[in-house]
């Protein structure tokens, strides 16, 4: 990948929160009361993602640990923030 990607930029909805159990993680819609719930995997994907603010920091992250090649886990990453996005818990792309 090109160090002149783009960046996409990703953060939680402000009515959002995130709970990591041990074998789960539970986002809740606090406006709406409804939840989504990860396994370990999408649970470690979230976190990188909210920890760097960015997919492709992200990806780099997860790469370095041992989580699959670089642009599989972008793509992995890009298609868990799309769903979240739909279902307003991740805003995607520029404020």
Known sequence: MSNQ????PVALADHAVVQS???????????AGKYFSLDEVG??????LV??????EAARRLSAG?????????????????E????GLLAVGPE
């Open 5 to 8: 990607l783009q960046a996409e």
């Open 21 to 31: 159990f041990v074998s789960e993680t539970v986002l809740m819609d606090v406006s």
């Open 43 to 48: 649970g470690a994907m979230l976190a990188a």
């Open 51 to 56: 920890e760097t603010g960015e997919i492709h």
């Open 66 to 82: 041992g989580w699959g090649e670089l642009d599989e886990v972008t793509t992995q990453l890009r298609e868990l923030c799309g």
């Open 84 to 87: 979240l996005d739909e279902i």
